[in-house]
C-alpha cells in the first residue's frame, strides 16, 4: 500500500517503497508508481521528477497539467529543496561539503564526472553521525542529474552502502538495500504558501542502520 504524505487539488506526495520503478519500464511488464496511484484515483497522473528504483521516500506528482507545468518550473529552477538521509562507506571527517563534479552517462546505466563533457552538478553533504567504517549523513542535491548523489560519494571515495552499481559489488552485497531515501521536499504551493512534506526511513533503511552501530532515531 502507497502512503499519502500530502494532498491538495493540484498535487499529491507519497512514500515510494525501494524496489518500485516510478514509471513503466521499457517492456512495459512490470507495475510503476504512477501506474499504481494513476489507477488508484482513476485518471492521469503527471510525473515531475523521478527516483531511482532502489530509492524510498518523498516523491511528487501532478494532478493536472497546470500544476505538471508549474511544479516542473519549480524544478527547473531549483526552487524545490531536496534533503535525501544516507550511509556511505569510510569515515568522512569534513562536517559540511560541497561536491562539485561534471556528471555524464558512462553506459550500462552508470554515470561518472568527466570534467570536460559532464554537465555541471553539485551536492552538498552533511555528517549526522560516525560508526566504525561507516558515515551517516544528508544529502542536498542542488542541481539535478541521475544518480547524482550516488556518483559523486562514489567519486570522493564513499560510494554509498548497498549500491550495486557504485563501488565493489562483493562488499555492496553485503547490505540488503541501498540506503539512500528521499527524507523531504520544500517548496511553493499554487496558494503561494510554503511547504515541507517529509517522510521517515522505513523499517527496511532504520534497521540496517542499528546493524551498522546507528540509531533507528536518526536526528534529522
Same mark, same amino acid.
Given at each position: 500500500?502507497?502512503?499519502?504524505?500530502? +494532498?491538495?487539488?493540484? *498535487?499529491?506526495?507519497?512514500?515510494?517503497? +525501494?524496489?518500485?520503478?516510478?514509471?513503466?519500464?521499457?517492456?512495459?511488464?512490470?507495475?510503476?508508481?504512477?501506474?499504481?496511484?494513476?489507477? !488508484?484515483?482513476?485518471?492521469?497522473?503527471?510525473?515531475?521528477?523521478?527516483?531511482?528504483?532502489?530509492?524510498?521516500?518523498? @516523491?511528487?506528482?501532478?494532478?493536472?497539467?497546470?500544476?505538471?507545468?508549474?511544479?516542473?518550473? /519549480?524544478?527547473?529552477?531549483?526552487? =524545490?529543496?531536496?534533503? #535525501?538521509?544516507?550511509?556511505?562507506?569510510?569515515?568522512?571527517?569534513?562536517?559540511?561539503?560541497?561536491?562539485?563534479?561534471?556528471?555524464?552517462?558512462?553506459?550500462?546505466?552508470? @554515470?561518472?564526472?568527466?570534467?570536460?563533457?559532464?554537465?555541471?552538478?553539485?551536492?552538498?553533504?552533511?555528517?549526522?553521525? $560516525?560508526?566504525?567504517?561507516?558515515?551517516? *549523513?544528508?544529502?542536498?542535491?542542488?542541481?539535478?542529474?541521475? %544518480?547524482?548523489?550516488?556518483?559523486? !560519494? #562514489?567519486?570522493?571515495?564513499?560510494?554509498?552502502?548497498?549500491?550495486?552499481? #557504485?563501488?565493489?559489488?562483493?562488499?555492496?552485497?553485503?547490505? &540488503?538495500?541501498?540506503?539512500? %531515501?528521499?527524507?523531504?521536499?520544500?517548496?511553493?504551493?499554487?496558494?503561494?504558501?510554503? =511547504?515541507?512534506?517529509?517522510?521517515? &526511513?522505513?523499517?527496511?533503511?532504520?534497521?540496517? /542502520?542499528? $546493524? *551498522?552501530?546507528?540509531?533507528?532515531?536518526? &536526528?534529522?
Amino acid at each position: 500500500m502507497i502512503t499519502v504524505l500530502f +494532498e491538495n487539488d493540484d *498535487m499529491l506526495a507519497v512514500n515510494k517503497p +525501494e524496489g518500485l520503478l516510478c514509471i513503466p519500464g521499457r517492456d512495459g511488464k512490470e507495475t510503476s508508481l504512477v501506474a499504481q496511484l494513476s489507477g !488508484l484515483y482513476g485518471k492521469k497522473l503527471y510525473v515531475v521528477h523521478r527516483l531511482d528504483r532502489e530509492v524510498s521516500g518523498v @516523491m511528487l506528482f501532478a494532478k493536472h497539467a497546470d500544476a505538471h507545468r508549474y511544479l516542473n518550473g /519549480l524544478f527547473e529552477k531549483r526552487q =524545490i529543496n531536496k534533503t #535525501y538521509v544516507l550511509v556511505a562507506h569510510g569515515t568522512i571527517t569534513e562536517p559540511v561539503q560541497i561536491i562539485e563534479a561534471p556528471i555524464r552517462e558512462f553506459g550500462s546505466g552508470r @554515470m561518472g564526472v568527466d570534467e570536460k563533457s559532464g554537465k555541471p552538478s553539485t551536492t552538498r553533504i552533511a555528517v549526522i553521525a $560516525q560508526s566504525s567504517g561507516y558515515t551517516l *549523513m544528508k544529502a542536498y542535491p542542488l542541481t539535478g542529474r541521475r %544518480h547524482q548523489i550516488r556518483a559523486h !560519494l #562514489y567519486h570522493i571515495g564513499h560510494p554509498i552502502a548497498g549500491d550495486l552499481k #557504485y563501488g565493489d559489488k562483493a562488499i555492496q552485497q553485503a547490505t &540488503p538495500r541501498l540506503i539512500l %531515501h528521499a527524507f523531504s521536499l520544500s517548496f511553493v504551493l499554487l496558494s503561494n504558501e510554503s =511547504i515541507t512534506v517529509t517522510c521517515q &526511513p522505513p523499517l527496511s533503511f532504520t534497521s540496517v /542502520l542499528e $546493524q *551498522m552501530g546507528f540509531s533507528a532515531e536518526i &536526528p534529522l
